[in-house]
């Protein structure tokens, strides 16, 4: 991977799945976008590592929890990496909407781009 455009065009698909998912609550889909050792850290207070904890995390999202995202930066790491800041917001089925920042490092595994490395901050008012 070698500009800004490459790394966007790996992205953007793998968010708006992951976005999708979170979407429809289906915390395993969701979690099939993380590597078998990715590193999460979402709103809890430690992080956790592995499919099964990014499974549970999202298990206990309300229904109707949507992101809806919006990239700032891509870096490309290497040609089997790349890294992205983005600014998410988090709309709860309450109208209550938590902007977040949220950076991931994707990597190439048997041809598919996973998600392992997430971490998101709560962006204070």
Not at 29 to 38: G, I, L, P, S, W
Not at 101 to 115: C, D, F, N, P, S
């Amino acid at each position: 991977m070698t500009d800004t455009n490459q790394a966007i065009s790996v992205l953007i698909p793998v968010l708006d799945q992951w976005a999708d998912g979170v979407t429809r609550h289906e915390p395993e889909r969701v979690a099939a976008y993380f590597t078998e050792d990715a590193i999460f850290q979402g709103f809890d207070r430690t992080q956790t590592v592995g499919r099964p904890g990014v499974a549970a995390y999202y298990a206990k999202q309300p229904l109707g929890l949507t992101p809806t995202y919006t990239v700032i930066e891509t870096r490309a790491l290497s040609s089997e990496a790349l890294l992205g800041y983005v600014d998410v917001d988090f709309a709860l089925p309450t109208g209550v909407v938590i902007p977040v920042h949220l950076t991931v490092v994707l990597v190439l595994r048997a041809g598919e781009w996973l998600i392992q490395h997430y971490h998101v901050s709560k962006i204070e008012a």
